[in-house]
C-alpha cells in the first residue's frame, strides 16, 4: 500500500489561491484530487498520469485549476487560482499504480488523510 500525505490546505477569501501538494511513499501512476463537502458526493477534481501528462479536469474548476507532478519528489500538486465559496471541501489526493479512469474515485486504490480549504466570500 502507498502512503499518500497532502499539505497545504487553508482559508482564504474568494479569489484568492492556495496550491495542494502529495507526497507518495511508493509507485504510482495515476494521480488526482478529489472533495467532498458536507452532505455531498466526493468529486472529481483533476486526473493526471505519469506519462503521458495527460489531464483531465472537472467542468467547474476548469480554467482556474492545474495538477501538476514532479517525478522526482513522487509528488503531484493542485494550484487552485481564482477561488470561489462552492470550492470549500476537505479535499483529498488519491493514487494508482496503473491507470484508472479519470475523475472516478472507485478506481483509485490509495488515499491521503485530506485537508480542509475554505473559501470565504
Known amino acids: 500500500q502507498v502512503h499518500l500525505v497532502e499539505s497545504g490546505g487553508g482559508s482564504v477569501q474568494a479569489g484568492g489561491s492556495l496550491r495542494l501538494s502529495c507526497v507518495a511513499s511508493?509507485?504510482?501512476?495515476?494521480m488526482a484530487w478529489f472533495r467532498q463537502a458536507p452532505e455531498k458526493e466526493r468529486e472529481g477534481v483533476a486526473t493526471t498520469y505519469r506519462d503521458p501528462r495527460t489531464t483531465y479536469y472537472a467542468d467547474s474548476v476548469k480554467g482556474r485549476f492545474r495538477i501538476s507532478q514532479d517525478n522526482v519528489k513522487n509528488t503531484w500538486y493542485l494550484q487552485m487560482n481564482n477561488l470561489k465559496p462552492e470550492d470549500t471541501a476537505m479535499y483529498y489526493c488519491a493514487s494508482a499504480p496503473g491507470w484508472v479512469e479519470a475523475l472516478v474515485p472507485s478506481g483509485f486504490k490509495d488515499w491521503g488523510q485530506g485537508t480542509q480549504v475554505t473559501v470565504s466570500s
Open positions: 511508493g509507485s504510482i501512476y495515476s
